[in-house]
């Protein structure tokens, strides 16, 4: 996919991985809708694009309020056109330091999966009907090993994960025109990373900024399956070592 002037939608833009997302997908020339909670890391990133001449809008919004989507999707159209992509980036742990199951509050869950799991399929179903329509379009929800492996303390957000893995398989079955993909970004350098994890190193880690090149040349590229769930650095590491 050409994506110089392309419709994107960024969630959890502010930081991390969104925000390198940001800077990665601004330097190609796409047209920027970002979403996140906190205005002021937000508009600061806005701010720095615009400064090279990127695109971008600030988008303040809770994925995880029902209430909160249909307008944000309004106005990212308003603002940018069709959304091309849509990058369900913004993700929640829960309560740190994180706790097993059974200490698990039942609304500490719902939270969760309502960031994690019903956000996205919310922002999805309400992009996913027009990018149908055109016959084209790419929707990414990013994942992570915790989908796939058993870890104790993580139950909520692997849960979550696990069940935004299948929903991607699901929407990429029944879905034509759309590729639908679920990426593992791995273990970041991250402050969500360090939330869940604070004794890591983050020598051992991977920088946010070589993993949106990643995913970026998969954008542009857009071979993999519909439905397909990979690593991000996967076939890629020397393209962005």
Do not use: Q
């Not at 399929?121 to 058993?150: H, P, Q, W």
């Amino acid at each position: 996919m050409e994506l110089k002037g392309r419709g994107i939608l960024i969630t959890g833009a502010s930081r991390g991985l969104g925000r390198a997302l940001a800077l990665a997908l601004g330097r190609r020339g796409a047209r920027l809708a970002l979403v996140a909670r906190r205005e002021e890391p937000l508009t600061e990133l806005v701010d720095a694009l615009r400064r090279d001449g990127v695109e971008a809008h600030v988008l303040v919004g809770d994925v995880g309020d029902k209430e909160a989507i249909e307008p944000l999707v309004g106005e990212a159209r308003a603002l940018v056109g069709p959304i091309d992509v849509l990058i369900n980036n913004a993700s929640t742990l829960g309560p740190t330091p994180l706790r097993p199951l059974l200490d698990t509050e039942c609304e500490e869950l719902t939270r969760v999966l309502e960031v994690n799991l019903v956000g996205p399929f919310r922002l999805t179903k309400a992009v996913g009907g027009s990018m149908a329509v055109r016959g084209e379009g790419i929707v990414v929800n990013i994942s992570s090993d915790a989908a796939v492996e058993a870890y104790p303390t993580w139950g909520s957000y692997g849960v979550a994960k696990a069940a935004l893995d299948h929903l991607t398989r699901i929407w990429a079955a029944e879905v034509e025109g759309v590729r639908f993909w679920s990426i593992d970004p791995g273990e970041m350098d991250t402050a969500m990373h360090a939330a869940a994890l604070p004794d890591a190193d983050p020598a051992t880690l991977r920088r946010p900024e070589a993993v949106a090149e990643a995913i970026v040349a998969r954008l542009v590229d857009a071979r993999r399956t519909s439905g397909s769930r990979f690593d991000a650095l996967d076939g890629v590491r020397a393209e962005v070592a």
